[in-house]
């Protein structure tokens, strides 16, 4: 049942979450809402949320499809943005439109997107990745006093403090590495072109029974054989190989295996 004017304008919080919404329709609760909590829904936009925006100071986005955040008004009592688990993957245009749009913001949660290089919930990331990211994060938003799942610290704003405009634009960017979605992307790698060149293919030939020599001479070498082979490199392109027999008697001076044979099992 749609509540009546007269109760919306007192009504100060709305809980739509787990409702399949794909997009916002707020007129029906009024415009004195101050906290709205839209978790487990499938929004791509924020279209519609400009209508509390003089009054909104809590915004719960948790597990939704969010790519970028497009608030289209400014809310300047808006203090906690949770968005977690959505699909943000471009920091810069998110950071703009926080530090113009919600200029009063506390409490920040990015947890789970792909531009969120935390271990917690991205396999691919470090500590030192995330300290980055905190401090570009805090660069930006003055007034950021809790970042994710932990309280900002005063070392950190000092730091963020120190940097420059410069030091701050070679944050790394991971969507190289996690996609939309949060899912892992293989990166490309080119395959060799194959050679059509007489030499080349001599080349490789040779340079495989190299490694075939090399690879028994080290097996003769584990066994006690010395041999006089070939030189590992060679400046002749048409290498030439000795053929020939080497007489070998096993003596079992240094054995070991008979001290674990007993005289009974002679």
């Known amino acids: 049942m749609i509540p009546s004017d007269q109760e919306n304008e007192e009504l100060v919080e709305v809980c739509l979450a787990g409702q ?7 007129i029906e609760y009024g415009s004195f809402i101050r906290r709205i909590d839209l978790s487990f829904n499938v929004l791509i936009s924020l279209r519609g949320l400009h209508i509390c925006s003089e009054t909104l100071e809590e915004l719960i986005l948790d597990n939704n499809l969010l ?4 608030f289209r008004a400014e809310f300047p009592n808006l203090h906690t943005l949770s968005l977690n688990k959505n699909r943000i993957s471009d920091l810069d245009i998110l950071l703009q439109e926080l530090s113009s749009r919600v200029r009063n913001i506390r409490h920040l949660s990015l947890l789970g997107n792909p531009v969120c290089p935390d271990q917690l919930t991205n396999d691919l990331a470090d500590e030192k990745d995330y300290e980055v990211y905190r401090c570009h994060i805090l660069y930006h938003l003055k007034n950021i006093r809790f970042l994710d799942h932990r309280a900002v610290l005063p070392t ?3 730091e963020s403090r120190k940097l420059t405009y410069a030091q701050v634009n070679i944050f790394p960017s991971f969507t190289s590495l996690i996609g939309t979605a949060g899912n892992i992307v293989e990166p490309v790698t080119q395959q060799p072109r194959p050679s059509t060149s007489r030499q080349s293919s001599t080349r490789v030939r040779t340079s495989s029974s190299s490694s075939e020599s090399n690879g028994h001479a080290n097996a003769n070498a ?3 054989l010395v041999t006089s082979g070939l ?4 400046t002749d392109e048409k290498s030439r190989g000795r053929t020939g ?6 003596v079992g001076k240094n054995s070991e295996g008979n ?8």
């Open 20 to 26: 399949d919404l794909s997009e916002l329709c707020l």
């Open 231 to 234: 030189p590992r490199t060679s």
């Open 156 to 158: 950190e704003l000092r």
């Open 222 to 224: 584990a066994m006690g």
């Open 67 to 70: 790519e970028r955040v497009d």
């Open 259 to 266: 001290r674990f044979i007993r005289d009974n099992d002679l």
């Open 245 to 250: 027999k080497r007489r070998f008697r096993y």
